[in-house]
């Protein structure tokens, strides 16, 4: 029974790591990652792979052991040396900041504990974050000094007072790296490198880049990859500027869930949830923890994308490193958000959970079209040297879609449509009868119309609000005018009942622009939208009709 019962973990085992293995496959094969992955079961590699150039102009090759710029991962080893120094006696985490900050004192900041900035509770405002009292600056290649860059900060009011909200603050971050200096006579850097990266063996971490190290790049097409500016690690002391490897991060998950690292009450307070609910994530001393439980942190900066994530019962863990990114501000999110989503994958695979992954590319030759929709619109299809594109004269069409209301085919289907043309018309209490009666309440009380008035004025004039994603939880609704669309998402309850609707994503309107598509069947093309920032679709030509696919729904077009 004992060799079945190994065989069958064996075969499940070795059917994940495939699954992991052809997640990853099929993202670099599209460009969308250039990089390093590391995915662990306690104390054993299950996968580990390479993509792409860690210099692209000298074609030199990513390995296992490239070093990468891992940005806000470095909170977690800034946070790590706190609470040495908690271990040592020389802190208290409800100490107040200012009796260790020495000159940098700030009598704004006078209630403000060590704890506060660990959860990014303090209420202090962020660096290189606008709207909150601060001059707009950008890190530079030179080095700043440590006085000079907590300057840049130390006029802004507090945005909440200490300790009532959770306001994600690199700030915080600066100061702790202060507290060290001020309270060990070390320079932040010498006393991580001494404490931190030698003691525990991560021989590959450390503040500069060597010759092992990726260098860093904007954007996922590759006629169009540029290189990425360096600024220089004192621009964000203590809340980024470390590099390291998949193996050093993976050896630091191995440690911190060991006896080595420091007392047992130390190692829990250093990943328990400290926050109040914060939806999917809370926060522990520069750590994100899920509903699940599981620990992890994202980190981006210019060209580089990180992300580690845990679990603290199993040991299980992965790393993912990139030197690729966005390099719009308004983009560079989806950098970090598709990393994530990665991440995401990973731990669906290890629990048996279906995920979506990219189709595999074919070697078929898809040849150029134009084809006249029913619509009046046409779809261009080109064949060039570098492969396939494809241009919609309606829009991108990754908003085909969205742009295209569900049928009233069900009655799930009905309610949906009966919601989305009372909130277009502004029929708030008519809106209210598909509510629980919480929600109910708020949209009788004229609070409902408050929010979603300011979400009309975002959008502009002649508002459109469209269903196109419907399932028994939840719908995704596009709200569109003239000055761009918000994509809306509905929550409803077991009895169906609508119990929230909250705003997930803001699109201004982009004119119509030709995109990647690669072929994966026989008159079949993926378009890749990633690369340009917008979704993606499968478009499949017919004899008659052209089918487009994406979030799970087809729409048809006829040919003229």
Known sequence: MKIYTLLFFLLITSATNAQVQDLIEREAAYHHFNG????????SINYEASFGYADLEKETSIHKHSRFDIGSLTKQ?????????VHDGKINLDDRINDHLGSFANNKWKKVTIHQLLTHTSGIPSIYQTEQGLDIFFPEEEPIALEDLILKFSEGKL?????????????????LAAIIENVTGSTFEEYLQRKIFDAYGLEHTSFLPDSNSALPYFGYLPSNIVRAPIYHYSWSIGAGGVYSTTHDLSTWVEVITSDNFLTQELRATF???????????????????????IVEHDGGTYGFISFLSFDPKTKDHHVLLTNRSFESITDFGKSGEKIRSLSNKIWDIKNGKEIEIHPKRSDNKIASHNVLLDTREQIVIEQTETGNYVFYSGSNLSDIIPNTAIAPDSELNKKVLNISNHLEKGQYWRFASYCNG????????????????????????????????VNESSAMLRMKGDDGSLHLIIYFNEEGKVMGVYDRNFYSPKDPQKMKAYPIGENQLFIDGFPYGENSATLTLKNDTVVIEQFGREVSFKKK
Do not use: C
């Open 159 to 175: 945005i909440s007072s200490p300790g009532k909200e959770f306001n994600y603050s690199n700030s915080g971050y600066v100061l």
């Open 77 to 85: 080893f800034t946070a790590a040396a706190i609470l040495h120094l």
């Open 438 to 469: 919480e929600m109910k309440f708020v949209a009788y009380s004229g609070l409902f119309r408050l929010g979603f008035s300011s979400m009309r004025k975002r959008v502009g004039d002649n508002l459109e609000i469209i269903p196109f994603l």
């Open 271 to 293: 990943i328990t949830n400290h926050t109040r609910d914060l939806g999917n994530l809370g926060y522990g001393y520069g750590w994100q923890i899920t509903r699940d439980g």
């Open 36 to 43: 390093n992955v590391l995915v662990q079961s306690s104390s």
